[in-house]
């Protein structure tokens, strides 16, 4: 035994092999340079390799600018990200830039570099940024963000074409086929419509898996319901519109009833439930972006070549469709603004866009709406052309959504992380309050949260 | 120490010059001063990772939401009117209570057998009835959620097995909060166990031997003998743990996120939502602040009951 034991410079050398490694294993991009070194926390993608874009993209620049650029690539599970812009915030100190979720712009707006100069470029030459990353970006009328592509995300409806066309007799495929143009039948893809096939396939043991707890698949979703029915639960202002809102009344009660039809247990789901009924070949609907299918195309095969996206349904007020971006934002305390204020407008370039979402396998969507027509989405497959309706195109007659707009930031991220629009009708489905009673609650938790 | 008085007194108005110096050698020589430099790493310790932070919380949950102005209480007002918070007021109470009854209870048990099988075989079993405690909680409780989960839970499955209707753990509110108060148990019991084992081993066989000549039974014992010479093990215990049950936060976070409809929220788990996530850092640290009184109070009352009976027993 005494053979194996490590003296006292194997382990200083063992230790200096795991800091070198340790060294190695951070991103980091070396140039020969005089632009000093930028610093960025990055969301760490979930789908497979979805990072390699960023760091490929940054050691590109950061070569042609002489710049050390460094990535640390952060997750949201257990809110990793969230906690470290929330340290970095009270700390005053940190990276240069980081990824935010759609409220911590507006949560640390004083505390962000304005980047206006960078999307006035962007704009020009692109076209307009989506409405909604706007609504989260700019807050006292600047940009406290640059739109991201990594990470951002919508949540249409990926639909099992088989069992749709088995159990409630809808050719999904024909409806919205991967053309630009809407297929027989697509102005009936309606609530009711969703209503009358989720019965039938409830009957037939596919109940659509769609969430209705507290987590951000269930928020986001019945966010996009909400304001198909024109349903707002407040002003720009803040301002709670509940009382006599007939249009909150009417959506409230349609997914009472649409609950009926979901399994029993979707008020504990969690964001990774929905994907699991459809991977499992238990559900003939989910609203999620490409990664649950992604996944089933790892996992089950046998699923995934019979899935198809297409846009959500539309309601009286329209069709929306849940959109849930990243923004990177600026900290003003940053020691290199300017070469990091760069390098985001390098990575939100058309080609360095179009790199970052055939990377991710086209999970990314780019904020302009000129950007909705990269080729991944045509090819990628099987079958081919599933994820063609994933970013909005102008045939859909669409618009992306945010649960709670037009709300301020600082109330509508309170509303969105404490769920209440899936509370609300939880108490009414389950908690068997009446419509009233729930409302009632409902606003005077809205009042609750403004004070202070 | 006498010496060094003696010593100087003995160096008379010569030595007068040398006063200050070995006025500082006396009091460096103290054995209050030698105490409190030893103690001076656990004092900074305190102060940076206990008092700094409660002092920093406390003055945080006087501030306005955009943490520019001071509001005084303003927010534990506002969260005494939002009926949300109510129910996590009750919620906390009904989880720690209820969690900490069993977890004694059950620990008692626990260590009463252990105590009454033999010392050889004694150390397997208190291995492994200590593993939920070793276990990370995080992680131990994502087990748990595999069994509890919604759509595919492996307890179902053996329930179903048997011809038992499926539970719904997590879906249905008062499933959902016996769910996370099993888990607690599960989790806290061995901690008990093992404190209550110590208590048990250090009660004099004498007590019981004389206990057994005056004709005690068996449960005569118990309440005569073991639980007096308990005391205090499990009051400490009781407090240590009601304090920790309070602030439990990962077993809410990883199997319920508080739902359904917030009802198996606490005070930790609902302080980071409204804190962290909502971005509300005052109104956080408000709920997180909100039971410091009340325990504060348990805590003296209890600690107090435990140094009289210690001066009774001196």
């Given amino acids: ?12 050398r063992s230790g200096a092999g795991v800091v070198a490694v340790g060294a190695l294993g951070a991103p980091m991009v070396h140039a020969q340079g005089t632009g000093g070194t930028i610093r960025i926390a990055f969301w760490d993608h979930w789908v497979p390799g979805g990072n390699d874009a960023l760091k490929q993209l940054c050691a590109k620049w950061g070569e042609q600018n002489r710049v050390n650029v460094q990535l640390d690539f952060i997750n949201t599970t257990g809110n990793q990200l969230q906690l470290t812009a929330a340290a970095q915030a009270q700390s005053r100190n940190g990276h240069d830039a980081i990824s935010l979720t759609p409220w911590d712009v507006g949560a640390y707006a004083d505390q962000l570099e304005p980047v206006d100069d960078v999307i006035q470029r962007l704009v020009a030459k692109y076209g307009p940024i989506n409405p909604i990353a706007e609504y989260l970006a ?99 202002k803040g301002n709670p519109t509940i009382k006599g809102n007939d249009k909150l009344k009417q959506v409230i ?33 989910v609203f999620n972006p490409p990664s649950a299918w992604a996944v089933a195309k790892r996992d089950a095969p046998q699923v995934a070549e019979k899935c198809w996206t297409v846009p959500m349904p ?34 939100s370039q058309r080609e360095s866009a179009e790199f970052t979402t055939d990377t991710s396998g086209g999970y990314d969507i780019p904020p302009f709406a000129s950007m909705a027509d990269f080729k991944v ?47 609300v009708i939880a108490r009414v489905a389950q908690g068997g309050e009446s419509v009233d009673q729930a409302l009632g609650w409902l606003e005077r938790e809205i009042k609750n949260m403004r004070l202070g | ?67 520019t102005e001071f509001i005084g209480l303003g927010n534990f007002q506002i969260l005494l009117d939002s009926e949300t918070f109510q129910m996590v007021i009750w919620q906390s109470c009904i989880f720690a209570i209820s969690a900490v009854v069993l977890k004694a209870l059950l620990g008692f048990w626990l260590a009463h057998m252990l105590h009454h099988i033999p010392t050889k075989g004694q150390r397997i079993w208190r291995g492994l009835l200590l593993l939920p405690w070793v276990v990370p909680p995080a992680l131990s409780t994502l ?36 769910s996370v108060i099993i888990v607690n148990v599960w989790a806290g019991t061995p901690f008990f166990m093992i404190m209550y084992l110590a208590a048990l081993k250090s009660v004099p066989d004498q007590l019981y031997e004389a206990a057994a000549i005056d004709g005690a039974t068996g449960w005569q014992g118990l309440r005569f003998v073991t639980l007096p010479m308990m005391r205090n093990i499990i009051s400490i215990t009781v407090l240590f743990s009601l304090i920790v049950t309070f602030a439990n936060y990962d077993i809410v976070r990883v199997l319920t996120n508080g739902g359904p409809r917030d009802l198996t929220h606490v005070f930790a788990s609902y302080a ?26 348990v805590a003296f009352f209890i600690l107090r009951g435990v140094n009289q009976r210690n001066r009774e027993m001196a």
């Avoid at chain 1, 035994?1 to 200083?12: E, K, W």
């Avoid at chain 2, 008092?51 to 943490?67: D, Q, V």
């Avoid at chain 2, 962290?276 to 009184?293: D, K, W």
């Fill in chain 1, 314 to 347: 539309a309601g009286p007020a329209g069709r929306f469709c849940a959109y849930l971006p990243f923004t990177t934002g600026v900290w003003a305390f940053g020691k290199n603004k300017t070469a990091t204020k760069a390098l985001l407008e390098f990575l």
């Fill in chain 1, 1 to 12: 035994m005494a053979g194996n034991r490590m003296g006292r410079r194997g382990v200083l």
């Fill in chain 1, 253 to 285: 009660d349609y997914a009472v009833r649409l609950s009926k039809f979901l399994p029993n247990d979707v008020w504990a789901w969690d964001d990774a439930s929905n994907n699991r009924a459809l991977i499992s070949g238990r559900s003939a609907l």
């Fill in chain 2, 1 to 67: 120490m006498a010496l060094d008085a003696t010593t100087v007194t003995a160096a008379g108005p010569a030595a007068a010059p040398a006063q200050p110096r070995l006025s500082l050698q006396r009091i460096a020589r103290r054995r209050s001063t030698i105490a409190f430099l030893m103690a001076l790493p656990l004092i900074a310790v305190i102060a940076g990772l206990v008092a700094w932070p409660a002092g920093y919380a406390i003055y945080l949950s006087t501030l306005n939401r955009r943490m």
């Fill in chain 1, 377 to 423: 989405w045509t090819t990628q497959g099987p079958p081919v052309g599933t994820i063609y309706n994933y970013p909005l195109k102008p045939h859909h007659q669409a618009k992306y959504s945010i649960a709670y707009s037009p709300a301020p930031a600082d109330l509508a991220s309170q509303m969105y992380v404490q769920a209440l629009n899936t509370k």
């Fill in chain 1, 138 to 236: 700019k807050h006292g009328g600047k940009w406290r963000g640059v739109p991201a592509t990594s990470g951002t995300q919508a949540k249409p409806a990926c639909v099992r074409y088989d069992l749709f066309q088995e159990h409630a007799g809808i050719d999904i495929r024909a409806m919205w086929p991967a053309e630009a143009k809407q297929g027989p039948g697509a102005d009936t893809w309606t609530w009711d419509t969703f209503l009358k096939a989720a019965e039938a396939c409830h009957k037939a043991n596919v109940p659509f898996g769609l969430p209705m707890g507290q987590f951000s698949d269930a928020v986001d979703w019945i966010g996009a319901l909400f304001l198909s029915y024109g349903a707002q639960i407040t002003d720009e």
């Fill in chain 2, 143 to 178: 087990g748990w959620w595999w069994m509890f989960d919604p759509s595919y839970s492996s307890l179902n499955w053996l329930l179903n097995a048997i011809g038992a209707p499926s539970v719904p753990w997590l879906g249905e509110p008062w499933w959902a909060r016996a």
């Fill in chain 2, 272 to 297: 980071f939502q409204v804190g962290v996530l909502s971005g509300n850092i005052p109104r956080g640290a408000a709920v997180s602040l909100f039971m410091f009184p009340l325990l504060a109070v």
